[in-house]
């Protein structure tokens, strides 16, 4: 009985990493850090900056070689892999910074991404992300020629180019008014539903983060110092204090 409740726990988690460590000499990024994302779930991780929110999203797609620990995506150890081979097995990301093509049309630049991860219907993929994202209607435009917004979406539609299983967001809303945050937040948490995607979202919008978010883990130098559903995450005292303000 216990095998089987331990398989079945295992079972529900798309991506984990466990105890894991990067260090540059004495300075440790992150040291035993320990994330269990399920299917289906919006995990978010806050932190201040320099907390090691970023540098686990590098770890987990592979941008960096542990010290320590372990990446495990549908119960297989690819700690080993590569970059791309992780990007192939269903582990996206998108970065702080957009990184869209300027001189290139929407839906080209969608449909190359698709492509590019071996997806037999890249085409189709590319149209079924853009209408999702509301940018079918530029599928012709330039990347350069979009407002910046439109620009986050598209940064978002290239990361879940292919089908991934994960999709690992650093702070998507970032330069966003605050109803492009909420429009954006709604297309995610939609998202999680239509295209079967687990989320583990970097974001400082904290509206954004307790409104979307399933489960919430916060950084603080390296470290995981809080962990759990949102509610019990904002009601402990050191986040309240530390991140959230006395009124959060």
């Keep these: 009985?216990?095998?089987t409740e331990k398989k079945t726990e295992v079972d529900t988690h798309v991506l984990q990493a466990l105890d894991v460590s990067v260090h540059y000499g004495g300075i440790r990024a992150l040291d035993?850090?320990?994330?269990?994302?399920?299917?289906?779930?919006?995990?978010?991780?806050?932190?201040?900056n320099g907390a090691g929110k970023s540098t686990v999203i590098d770890a987990i797609t592979g941008r960096l070689t542990l010290t320590r620990g372990r990446i495990v995506l549908d119960g297989e150890d690819i700690t080993t892999l590569s970059a791309e081979q992780r990007r192939k097995r269903g582990i996206s990301r998108s970065f702080q910074r957009t990184s869209?093509?300027?001189?290139?049309?929407?839906?080209?630049?969608?449909?190359l991404a698709a492509h590019m991860t071996g997806l037999a219907d890249a085409r189709d993929d590319a149209l079924d992300i853009l209408a999702e994202l509301?940018?079918?209607?530029?599928?012709?435009?330039?990347?350069?020629?979009?407002?910046?917004g439109e620009q986050r979406r598209l940064d978002?539609?290239?990361?879940?180019?292919g089908r991934p299983r994960v999709l690992l967001l650093d702070e998507p809303m970032a330069g966003l008014t605050m109803q492009?945050?909420?429009?954006?937040?709604?297309?995610l948490k939609a998202l999680t539903t239509r295209r079967q995607v687990s989320v583990l979202l970097v974001e400082h919008?904290?509206?954004?983060?307790?409104?979307?978010?399933?489960?919430?883990?916060?950084?603080?130098?390296?470290?995981?110092?809080?962990?759990?559903?949102?509610?019990?995450?904002?009601?402990?005292?050191r986040v309240r204090e530390a991140y959230l303000g006395s009124a959060a």
């Design 180 to 187: 492009e945050s909420m429009d954006m937040a709604e297309h």
């Design 100 to 111: 869209i093509f300027g001189g290139m049309s929407v839906y080209r630049q969608v449909e």
């Design 156 to 161: 978002l539609a290239l990361a879940l180019a």
């Design 1 to 3: 009985m216990a095998d």
């Design 32 to 48: 035993g850090v320990s994330l269990h994302l399920r299917k289906g779930q919006v995990l978010g991780l806050i932190g201040p």
């Design 205 to 237: 919008d904290m509206d954004v983060v307790f409104r979307i978010c399933d489960a919430v883990t916060v950084f603080e130098l390296g470290v995981v110092i809080a962990d759990g559903d949102p509610a019990a995450v904002r009601a402990d005292a």
């Design 134 to 148: 509301d940018l079918l209607r530029l599928r012709d435009t330039l990347g350069e020629d979009l407002g910046y």
